[in-house]
């Protein structure tokens, strides 16, 4: 399944931005670039797409109203080089809101939020049917889609994350909190300030320590508490 998706930017550098970071993707299809709400108005009359990335200031017709005037917008993920319309768009539902200049990794949490609100928000299509995954960017042109059912753990390495899965280990450029931000917070947990772990994977607790494909992970003092009341507490 190609998910469709529109820039509406008056910027030609950012519009170049994101068309360059969709092209990462194989299952992106960008269907059309406009430089004014007006002419993506008008386009959206006759056609669908599935997520537009939006940017705020623009002539004769704004970013804020021109969501307001969509009567069932598509996903909206806005692009900004401003913070101040932050709670307003998310008054509007806005899916995500991507502070320019845009990094790629950044660009991709946001892009993992659509894939994941598809797969919600859309029973009986074949995205719903299918294991939920995220993208990451394990070099410098490959993307590597990963099932969450495979992760067992995911490891800080200063400015890097190390995600081990069923499947194969993984080096990406990332924080931990804000990869974990991006799992679901009922399968998966944070045990310590370097390791995410996911709950279905755990084989043992002994101690203050999980133990996960046969190797251990310590349990931190200050998630001790939390990791005993979703884990330890719940057991037979």
């Known amino acids: 399944m190609k998910i469709k998706c529109l820039i509406i930017d008056d910027e030609p550098l950012a519009v170049n ?22 002419d993506a108005l008008n386009f959206l009359k006759h056609h669908k797409v599935d997520v537009i990335f939006l940017d705020i200031n623009m002539p004769v017709l704004d970013g804020l109203n021109f969501i307001k005037s969509l009567k069932e917008p598509p996903l909206i993920i806005i692009t900004s080089a401003y913070t101040e319309y932050a709670i307003e768009t998310y008054e509007l ?5 991507l502070v320019k200049p845009i990094e790629f990794p950044r660009f991709m949490n946001g892009l993992n939020k659509v894939y994941r609100r598809m797969n919600i928000n859309q029973p009986g299509t074949e995205a719903s049917k299918s294991r939920p995954y995220l993208f990451i960017k394990i070099d410098k042109k490959k993307m590597k889609k990963v099932f969450l059912d495979e992760i067992l753990v995911v490891e800080s390495l200063k400015d890097y994350l190390k995600i081990n899965t069923t499947n194969g280990r993984f080096l990406i450029h990332s924080t931990l909190s804000d990869f974990t931000n991006l799992l679901p917070s009922n399968d998966f947990i944070r045990i310590h300030r370097s390791y995410t772990i996911s709950i279905n994977k755990i084989d043992a607790v002994e101690g203050n320590s999980i133990e996960i494909d046969g190797m251990r992970y310590v349990i931190g003092r200050s998630y001790l508490d939390e990791v005993k009341d979703r884990i330890l507490n719940s057991s037979i």
Request: cysteine-free.
């Open 93 to 97: 539902d806005v899916l995500d809101y």
């Open 17 to 38: 931005v994101i068309k360059n970071y969709l092209q990462k993707i194989e299952d992106i299809e960008l269907t059309e670039t406009f430089n004014n709400a007006i």
